[in-house]
């Protein structure tokens, strides 16, 4: 049995399906609220579904039943400006599913994020080396609140001191994919331009205000959901050590790039314009990211990426252009 935190959300919601598809039993802690989240669970079955102030209930009642748990849950807006709530959310429960797994030897997979990179400027490489987990400046609070529970986990393993049997972080890149769509404002750009084509506008892309990057050239490292929930399940099987590690393609691609794609996908004629980056996050804006790969492949995870077209492609026609477009 297997408990998922977050497992209502969008990778979290996808990584229940891989595992009721290979026919585990799956707890769910989450938080539902009043949006259609719940339609993301609609088709599983599961063995429970809490609250996360129950998490400690539902530990201590199936502890010993438990193969690992998979921590996805936490506030992932980027937006979020409350630090007490994101340490509340992001922070502490983490630290405690940590110790609790070190405690009674349950192997630990969770979310960190690409989000700790900040601007990139000392470079996208993974691992828990305290020194240069120290060096990485988050843009925002959410980042931050990943970076510190990263830092945290660190130097327990430096140290010595207890640990989960098997531990795994992962810092996700730009995912996207089906289930995001209770997501609103922080759903991928792929979600927000098929929207918006669909509506019959121009496709909106962010203009540039970096010298060195032309309006719509700014580079993300794009990846599917579908490869993020097959890293997850190669650490649920021990084919990927523990560490800290990136999940990306490897390879940045344009904003015009994933544009292009949705509309191919759609079968649309281009039509893009764009429009000025809101000045609330102009200074937190990140125009480069690229997953470093090294330290994951070396881990034992060698299967290849999905490209950009085939995983947009993917999602447009098999679910955004559904009337069920649930996995």
Request: aromatic share 12%; hydrophobic share 40%.
């Amino acid at each position: 049995m297997y408990l998922v935190t977050g497992g209502a959300g969008f990778i979290g919601s996808n990584i229940v399906a891989a595992l009721e598809r290979r026919g585990a039993r799956v707890i769910v802690c989450d938080r539902l609220g009043e949006n259609e989240k719940w339609q993301n669970l609609a088709k599983r079955e599961l063995e429970d579904i809490l609250p996360p102030e129950s998490l400690g209930e539902a530990l201590e009642g199936y502890g010993d039943s438990l193969q690992a748990v998979v921590h996805m849950g936490a506030i992932s807006a980027t937006t979020e400006r409350d630090g007490d709530r994101l340490l509340a959310n992001n922070y502490h429960p983490s630290r405690a599913l940590w110790d609790w797994c070190a405690e009674v030897r349950v192997p630990l997979i969770y979310a960190s994020s690409a989000a700790t990179y900040g601007d990139g400027a000392k470079g996208f490489e993974d691992g828990y080396d305290p020194d240069h987990l120290a060096t990485l400046r988050p843009l925002n609070g959410y980042g931050w609140s990943k970076q510190i529970f990263d830092r945290w986990v660190a130097r327990r393993v430096s140290e010595g001191e207890a640990a989960p049997p098997h531990w795994v972080g992962l810092k996700f890149f730009n995912v996207y994919g089906p289930n995001e769509y209770h997501k609103g404002g922080q759903a991928s750009v792929a979600w927000h331009l098929f929207q918006q084509i669909r509506r019959g506008e121009a496709a909106k892309l962010f203009k540039s205000h970096h010298p060195d990057y032309a309006d719509g050239e700014q580079l993300r490292d794009f990846v599917h959901v579908d490869d993020c929930v097959d890293v997850v399940l190669a650490c649920l099987d021990g084919e990927v050590g523990s560490g800290l590690f990136n999940v990306g393609t490897g390879r940045a691609r344009t904003f015009l790039d994933l544009a292009k794609a949705v509309f191919a996908a759609m079968d649309e004629k281009e039509r893009i314009e764009f429009i000025p980056t809101p000045e609330a996050i102009r200074d937190k804006y990140q125009y480069f990211t690229q997953a470093s790969l090294g330290r994951l492949r070396g881990a034992g995870y060698m299967r290849p990426f999905t490209e950009l077209e085939d995983g947009v492609r993917r999602y447009v026609q098999d679910f955004l252009l559904r009337d069920d477009p649930y996995v």
